[in-house]
């Protein structure tokens, strides 16, 4: 699914954007999505989303959330681990409200 501003459609007069689109039609309204510009992950669960640790590191195992760094990124195996048990879990809800429910700010309903 692409993420981007123009792959936004209207349903029921409220803007979706796509993530929330294809977590609907495919994963019954949950997903998880690497957003790779902004190298992210995306929870998503109906309308509600939240950014997830991203499954790249550098070499000191930090992440660099928007690319801005441009130093070189690898793969994390202990996050894809952890992301995948998130999904076989079923717990992508509940860990979007606890984020969500201690984050200073948080993502629009249906913007991704």
């Not at 792959?7 to 690497?34: K, M, N, P, S, W």
């Not at 902004?38 to 998503?44: A, E, F, G, K």
Request: with cysteine.
């Amino acid at each position: 699914a692409c993420a981007g501003p123009n792959c936004r459609r209207e349903r029921d007069g409220v803007e979706e954007g796509a993530c929330t689109r294809h977590a609907r039609e495919c994963g019954g309204g949950v997903g998880i999505f690497y957003l790779v510009h902004q190298s992210m992950v995306l929870l998503v669960d109906g309308a509600y989303a939240a950014y997830h640790p991203s499954l790249y590191l550098d070499a000191h195992g930090e992440e660099d959330r928007g690319l801005r760094r441009g130093k070189p990124l690898f793969l994390n195996e202990q996050r894809v681990a952890a992301t995948h048990r998130l999904w076989l879990a079923h717990a992508v809800p509940v860990t979007i409200s606890r984020i969500r429910a201690s984050a200073s700010s948080v993502i629009r309903m249906s913007y991704f």
